[in-house]
């Protein structure tokens, strides 16, 4: 047993003197991404000085649009989304699984207890006569421990490659929060533009349904034909099937929202309103530097970019003998005088399993990890260059749909007035109803295409403030150590150990 003792023991000093020379962590030293980025957006004119007002606010951004059905909503989803409650368990469960890495680097400590009574046969072969009862009990009980040195920093590794991990799926739920809550604010700017396309059926049958009784008055003097009521009669029927397809897809929208705050659509309404006041806020975009801390997509590409490097010093690892060293020990006896120096017994011993020939096994794995940070690095820069677009995108929206709702309004107050002096000179008896028509399809066109057009330039908004992140940052992202679930010397839960990140 001495000799068992002095084999862990040199084994354990030829291990750490290697560790020393090699420097233990077999990763790669990892190196965030700094990719070069234009000093300001295309669509959004220079940028010479960062302020601190140019970034976009932190905490509930949708408070911006100034509507509080919308900031009811936002918060109800929080609080009842499933798909949001789903992306919570699953960083609890990437946080567990950090924690399960890190029990490796601790001793196992296990106790043991047993007893059981034995007979043996009197009719066994080689059987000796002198030897005493046939039958006898054994108690034992007993503890071991197992410590795995951990001299090729592989469980140190493991660990930190599932807290980078479970930060990466912390940038995941902050992304499809983010994701949630601008699905739920879009389809809200569609349905309360519905609500506003209502409003202009609306006026538009009262004008219609005027325009028939005018039509029909003049017919019964005789004064026109049948024919103009034909045609007033066919502007009221077509307004009013446009206006029932309006409420269709008001009703969709509003299922749609239901489910997004996790209730059941047969219980949930949202009172329309005649005239929606919906403010398009000014967004602060920022410098295009920032952007990559304000993304929580940028942040998970990175965490997993940074995890994918750490799993290399693991495959590494492998190569590299796994020392494990043991203890056992405790006390046995045929009765029940356990706690007596004869009746105890003990065992150390340590194990050392070198990899000789494995088929080229843990050269696939290495080779396999390097390939996996190659990917990482891809998805990173592919995922930065989409925010960018993105960005882009809601610059350009914004800017050109601004001039284009200008443009609108002015041709929605010329198409209004002419079909005000239209249906005046036709009362009067100086123009044919087909002027009137033309004027009313024209007028009413305008006006839907209006509120489109307005609708258009607040669900642009919400996609900008999506595009730049919602006021997010990295720092409120975990830390490697936050993740950990709990800490295992400690009883209890710990100051850390909360359910979902900041």
């Known amino acids: 047993m001495k000799g068992m003792a002095r084999v862990a023991c040199l084994t354990g000093l030829a291990a750490l003197t290697c560790c020393d020379l090699a420097g233990c962590d077999l990763a790669p030293a990892y190196r965030p991404p700094h990719p070069i980025l234009p000093a300001s957006y295309q669509g959004s004119g220079p940028f010479t000085v960062a302020r601190p007002l140019d970034q976009l606010p932190r905490g509930p951004w949708w408070q911006a649009f100034g509507d509080p059905v919308l900031d009811t909503l936002e918060a109800q989803l929080e609080l009842d989304n499933p798909n949001l409650q789903a992306a919570y368990e699953a960083y609890t469960q990437a946080r567990d699984l950090a924690g399960e890495a890190r029990a490796g680097l601790y001793p196992q400590l296990n106790a043991q207890a047993g007893t059981s009574d034995n007979k043996q046969s009197e009719h066994r072969l080689f059987r000796n006569s002198s030897v005493g009862a046939n039958e006898q009990s054994s108690n034992a009980i007993g503890a071991t421990v197992a410590w795995d040195p951990d001299f090729w920093s592989r469980i140190r590794n493991e660990t930190k490659l599932y807290k980078q991990q479970a930060q990466a799926t912390a940038a995941d739920l902050a992304n499809a929060r983010l994701s949630l809550e601008v699905e739920l604010a879009s389809d809200y700017m569609a349905l309360r533009g519905l609500d506003a396309q209502h409003g202009v059926y609306s006026q538009s049958i009262a004008l219609y349904r005027r325009a028939v009784g005018i039509t029909a008055m003049r017919l019964a003097g005789k004064i026109s034909s049948g024919l103009d009521v034909a045609r007033a009669q066919n502007q009221l029927s077509a307004a009013e099937a446009e206006d029932t397809a309006t409420l269709a897809s008001r009703a969709t929208l509003q299922h749609a929202i239901a489910v997004l705050t996790g209730t059941n659509p047969s219980s ?235």
């Open 268 to 502: 949930f309404v949202i009172g329309p309103v005649a005239e929606p006041r919906l403010a398009v806020p000014v967004i602060p975009a920022g410098v295009p530097s920032t952007l990559l801390q304000r993304r929580p997509d940028i942040a998970q590409a990175e965490r997993s970019m940074a995890s994918a490097s750490t799993s290399i010093g693991v495959a590494r690892a492998a190569f590299y003998p796994d020392v494990t060293i043991s203890l056992q020990s405790g006390f046995e006896d045929y009765g029940w005088s356990l706690a007596s120096l004869p009746n105890s017994l003990w065992a150390v011993g340590a194990s050392a399993v070198l990899p000789l020939f494995e088929g080229g096994l843990r050269r696939a794995e290495l080779q396999r990890s390097w390939s996996q940070y190659a990917q990482t690095a891809d998805n990173y820069r592919a995922t930065v260059l989409t925010a960018f677009q993105q960005v882009e995108d809601g610059l350009s929206l914004t800017d050109i749909l601004a001039t284009q709702s200008t443009q609108q309004i002015a041709a929605v107050q010329s198409a209004v007035k002419a079909q005000n002096m239209t249906l005046a000179l036709y009362t009067g008896g100086l123009d044919n109803y087909l002027d009137v028509t033309v004027s009313q399809v024209y007028a009413l066109t305008a006006q839907i295409a209006a509120v489109q057009v307005e609708t258009a330039r607040l669900q642009a908004a919400v996609n900008l403030i999506g595009a730049l992140g919602g006021g997010w940052s990295t720092n409120e992202l975990p830390t490697p150590d936050q993740t950990l679930p709990f800490n295992p010397l400690t009883p209890g839960r710990s100051p850390g150990d909360v359910h979902t990140p900041g």
